[in-house]
Structures are given as structure tokens and as C-alpha cells.
Antibody
Framework: LLVESGGGLVQPGGSLRLSCAAS????????MSWVRQAPGKGLEWVSV???????YYADSVKGRFTISRDNSKNTLSLQMNSLRADDTAVYYC??????????????WGQGTTVKVS | QSVLTQPPSVSEAPRQRVTISCSGN????????VHWYQHIPGRAPRLLIY???LLPSGVSARFSASKSGTSASLAISGLQSEDEADYYC???????????FGGGTKLTVL
């Protein structure tokens, strides 16, 4: 189970930190991603932290967003800075249990809404 | 403009079969695993297919998928009204160093 929190309304240029609490599995043993869906748009991948620690970002958020995990709390986080209107979306955290490669995200949170206005 | 190309919409009658295509290139589909997701607005996306053509436990065998070269497809047989949703393909892209999604296909069961 994944439960996101931290969404809300923020002004352009502001910051927000999303959290994703996991239960039933260990975050650090899986590849963990953030995926978002802007209003009226499709799914867009945001960032991934592999089980081995490698981190990647979509070009649209590179330099502004930071993904991290807290092994002691079994949580995933997304620090979002310099927010823009086009970051407005529902943000989902998701687990990919693949060994090495990304094979498919089989557990998703319910999503948390970020509005930048 | 999505890196992976899907038809915006498909429609078919109940109990029929429909396929959804997903076209990519040698950096994504041609080299990495394709996954497929079902997304009903307001709900969390659901994994339908992983590693090109494998069904997670709990997913109906009415769903199947295939991949050839730089294209993939999802097939849904025995269409039911509950299958109405948006469907997305995804794959890692070695050039972009990121996961890319298709633009999504809206399935309407007539």
C-alpha cells in the first residue's frame, strides 16, 4: 500500500514536498517513481529512484525537483521547487519491483493534488 | 507530443475484441520492457501488462499484449462495459534516460 500526502495550493515559484508512505514492502528494495497527470492530459513520468540508488528525472522537472527516500521511515519523497503553473497535476507514487530493469509499476498510491496558482 | 504513439481513441461493441497500438523506436520499445496501464479517471492507474506480455496476478486473461521490433500492442477480448478507461503504454528510453508514456488511448465500449 502506498499513501501520498503533501499536496496543496502553492503560488508560482513556491515549493512543496510530497511524501509517500509505504506499507507491506520495503521502499529501498524496489524502484520507486513519481508519475503525474495534469488536468485533461495523460500520464507523465516525473522521476525514479532505483533500488540501487540511481536517480533520473524528466527534463521538465530536472533541476527543480528532487526525489529521495527515507529507509528508516519507509517513505519516498519529492521536493518540488520553483513550481510553475504547468506542474499542476495529480501526483502518484508507484512501485516497480523489477530486478535491475523497470518492468512495470504494480502498486500505486491514490494520488495527491498539486495546484500552482 | 508523446515519445510513444498511441491512437487517441478506439471503440468496439461488447463481447468483441479490440487492439491498441503503441509505436516507439530503438531507444525505448526496441530495447526495453513495455508495460501497459489502465486508468479510470479518479482512480489510481492499474498495471495490466509487465515485461512486454506478462499478466500480473489478478488481471483478467482477457488482456494480452505483444511486441515486435519498435511497436507493441494490447489486446482486450470479450469487451465489457467495465473496460471503458484510458490505456497507456510505457517503456524506459535509453536516449532520454527516462520512462516514457504513450499519449493514452480512450476505450469506449459501444
Amino acid at each position: 500500500l502506498l499513501v501520498e500526502s503533501g499536496g496543496g495550493l502553492v503560488q508560482p515559484g513556491g515549493s512543496l514536498r510530497l511524501s509517500c508512505a509505504a506499507s507491506g514492502f520495503t521502499v529501498s528494495s524496489n524502484h520507486m517513481s513519481w508519475v503525474r497527470q495534469a488536468p485533461g492530459k495523460g500520464l507523465e513520468w516525473v522521476s525514479v529512484i532505483y533500488s540501487g540508488g540511481h536517480i533520473y528525472y524528466a527534463d521538465s522537472v530536472k533541476g527543480r525537483f528532487t526525489i529521495s527516500r527515507d529507509n528508516s521511515k519507509n517513505t519516498l519523497s519529492l521536493q518540488m521547487n520553483s513550481l510553475r503553473a504547468d506542474d499542476t497535476a495529480v501526483y502518484y507514487c508507484a512501485r516497480d519491483p523489477g530486478v535491475g530493469l523497470l518492468l512495470g509499476m504494480d502498486v500505486w498510491g491514490q494520488g495527491t493534488t498539486v495546484k500552482v496558482s | 507530443q508523446s515519445v510513444l504513439t498511441q491512437p487517441p481513441s478506439v471503440s468496439e461493441a461488447p463481447r468483441q475484441r479490440v487492439t491498441i497500438s503503441c509505436s516507439g523506436n530503438s531507444s525505448n520499445i526496441g530495447k526495453n520492457a513495455v508495460h501497459w496501464y489502465q486508468h479510470i479517471p479518479g482512480r489510481a492507474p492499474r498495471l495490466l501488462i509487465y515485461y512486454d506480455n506478462l499478466l500480473p496476478s489478478g488481471v483478467s486473461a482477457r488482456f494480452s499484449a505483444s511486441k515486435s521490433g519498435t511497436s507493441a500492442s494490447l489486446a482486450i477480448s470479450g469487451l465489457q462495459s467495465e473496460d471503458e478507461a484510458d490505456y497507456y503504454c510505457a517503456a524506459w528510453d535509453d536516449t532520454l534516460n527516462g520512462l516514457v508514456f504513450g499519449g493514452g488511448t480512450k476505450l469506449t465500449v459501444l
